[in-house]
């Protein structure tokens, strides 16, 4: 069964430093979005991005943060100056031909910002 | 968007069914009712939806009370592997490509343990 990949699982970065996390969507999806979850708490969205561009972000969404679609299969989160407070699991999630549809999450990346 | 309430956690012992409830007032027409759950130390994952009529997959069911003002989850026998935070969540059509492109609004969803 297709399913989305994250990598890496665990990314240990030093506070100010800039990570990249990586996500490869299943293959025939067209929306991909990006979550993320502080220990303890509840899911929040991030980010949408549908036909090589952002369609809608949270507050969240920062101009610290950014996505890109580099190659047709992977999409990827940067973070370019990582705070504390950026310490999360950070989920990635696609859908299929509509955003109604049902989105199918990876394992996400656990982000421990020192 | 519409709001869910839901209860914060539940018990059920093992292969015994559990109705997770989610009450959902002021629901729109054109929202559809979707269910996630959330294995520990695991991403989301899709469980079922519907609309109106009660709804039936390999996972679960879901009944969804005539006025559509609540709806409740029904895992028929219970595992040990069900034991996970499921989130009930409003999504409108409508909405998907306009100010809320297909995001998902997670509460914080009902606990659901599961004693063998």
């Known amino acids: 069964e297709p399913e989305v990949t994250q990598t890496p699982s665990h990314q240990v970065t030093q506070m100010g430093q800039e990570v990249i996390l990586r996500c490869v969507p299943i293959s025939n999806h067209l929306y991909f979005y990006w979550y993320r979850q502080i220990l303890g708490q509840k899911v929040e969205f991030l980010v949408s991005?549908?036909?090589?561009?952002?369609?809608?972000k949270s507050e969240i969404f920062d101009d610290q943060f950014s996505v890109e679609r580099p190659d047709g299969s992977n999409f990827t989160l940067k973070i370019r100056s990582t705070k504390l407070e950026d310490s999360a699991m950070y989920f990635c999630?696609?859908?299929?031909?509509?955003?109604?549809?049902?989105?199918?999450f990876g394992p996400g990346t656990r982000l421990t910002v020192l | 968007d519409a709001k869910t309430t839901q209860p914060n956690s539940m018990e059920s012992n093992e292969e015994e069914p559990v109705h997770l409830p989610c009450n959902h007032s002021t629901i729109s027409g054109t929202d559809y009712i979707h269910w996630y759950r959330q294995l520990p130390s695991q991403g989301p994952e899709y469980v079922i939806h519907g609309l109106t009529s009660n709804v039936n997959n390999r996972m679960a069911s879901l009944a969804i009370a005539e006025d559509r003002k609540s709806s409740t989850l029904i895992l028929h026998r219970a595992t040990l592997r069900d034991a996970a935070v499921y989130y009930c969540?409003?999504?409108?059509?409508?909405?998907?490509?306009?100010?809320?492109?297909?995001?998902?609004?997670f509460g914080q969803g009902t606990i659901l343990t599961v004693h063998p």
């Open positions: 991005f549908y036909n090589n561009e952002i369609s809608e």
């Open positions: 969540i409003l999504r409108d059509p409508a909405n998907a490509g306009g100010t809320s492109y297909g995001k998902l609004t």
């Open positions: 999630a696609s859908s299929e031909t509509s955003p109604i549809n049902e989105q199918f």
